[in-house]
């Protein structure tokens, strides 16, 4: 017995020491499976957590509280509205803009959008316009998206209508200035009457009415862009885009940060636009095709296909080829016309980018012949165009709308405008004749498709109510010049004004500057001797 019992003692310490190791790791396992089931359930959780915070389902939306208009994501479906035209602008707008089937960018006009105030340097814009929505725009959002703050926006005709103008004037950054009677006193006391520098434009229709025009607006730009504390100015048109390349952000205001401290100046060259079509609607977002300018090809290359470049029209470009400048603000800082700046105490240092351009789209719909020459009263001979047109083109584009029918003008329009040879067109995008840039139309194409446009103009009638509305048409029409009794755009500078006049007649050599460029052609093949 005594050896039995001895003998299993041992037996017994070791199955306790078995049972002990046994237990260790169980309890591990236990741990462990604790761990990967809270590490399972807390990405679940914050996962269903994320899904209640996004849900819309029946509870009220926060963002319904702050906006005002009842259409938070204009482009989406209203539940509350069962016919497309309930959701229609009064301003007729919104097919022309785009209305996006999906969910778009929530454009509200109490928005100030400060998050640029901080942001140097501070760029503005001022333009003469007399466009449509459809063009103006496409025309903002696109310079805001390159770093464009503020516009100066000078306002006749389509862009001077209530319709127009009320949503331009609910986005912030834009100033409209309205060609009303007083206006039209202020800019009758301008240096600019006593100075010869623009003196060889006074007293002259169409286009020279318009470069004084443009320049005396440049003017009063210039003290609102020093008010607003703008570093620089740019004088466009509205079909015309700014192409910041070179800059690997796509950012005028990038560019413009990194000119150095003593440059007054800056030159951008511009591309002339060449449509592939004649039934263009949307030229910021149909054409990508541009001829070069000069300053940006080779002597060699450009002069070698100046002719076939041409196709049979006056010159290489249909219009001007000397580009448009920005301007640093500064003292005595002044207008040299509608392509540069100058300055009244010493002559701009200026630069001109290698490869940051003007893009100008030049005659791209043919509806562009009649309107044109609606807009001018001259007789369409070829010495009455003279006076009234400063290019050829433009000279002949006006005699030809005004004297061929309609199938005439489009065969004509065909053959000087429209790019239809594409074996032409392939060998000078070869050569570096004709370029590619698809980045404005993608600009503008993201800015429509996602809605902002149609809610611009959707802000703009919800905010005004309409019996404000009439009231401000009743208001806008009795001091814009189109009322009888009031001085038109037309005579600014006219002799019928004896102070003006008589400003005119006493013009000293104190005040001898010189001339403001006007827009010039690229140079001609037959005028320069290109040794090639």
Sequence with gaps: MAGLYTSSRPTSASSLSSSSSASLPSSQQAFTSRLLLLLTLLPLTLAFFAFVLQWRGGLTDPV???SPDPFQFPGMDNPASNSRSDRRSAFGCLDLLGQSRSPAFPYFKDWKFDFGSDLRPKICIISSTSAGLEQILPWIFYHKATGVSTFFLFVEGKAASPNVSKVLESIPGVKVVYRTKELEEQQAKSRIWNETWLASFFYKPCNYELFVKQSLNMEMSIVMAR??????IIHLDTDELIHPAGDREYSLRQLLSDVPG???????????????RDDIKE?????SMFKKNYDHLPKD??????????????????????GKSAARIQDHLRPNGAHRWHNYMKTPNEIKLDEAAVLHYTYPKFSDLTSRRDRCGCKPTKEDVKRCFMLEFDRAAFIIASTATEEEMLHWYREHVVWTDKALNLKLLRKGILTRIYAPMAIIQGLRESGVFSSVVQSAQMTVSKDKFLSSVVSSNSSRVDKPGITSSRKIGVKESQAT???????TNEFSYDPAIPPL???????LDIGI
């Design 64 to 66: 319904t509280r702050w």
């Design 227 to 232: 008010d607003a504390g703008m570093d620089w």
């Design 262 to 276: 003593n440059v007054d100046m800056v030159v951008f060259p511009n591309y002339e636009s060449s449509v592939e």
């Design 283 to 287: 030229p910021f977002t149909e054409v």
């Design 301 to 322: 290359v450009y002069f070698g296909n100046y002719k076939e470049a041409t196709r049979g029209n006056p010159n290489y470009f249909l219009t001007y080829g000397n």
């Design 501 to 507: 006049a008589r400003r005119m007649l006493e013009i």
């Design 521 to 527: 052609s690229p140079p001609v093949l037959d005028d």
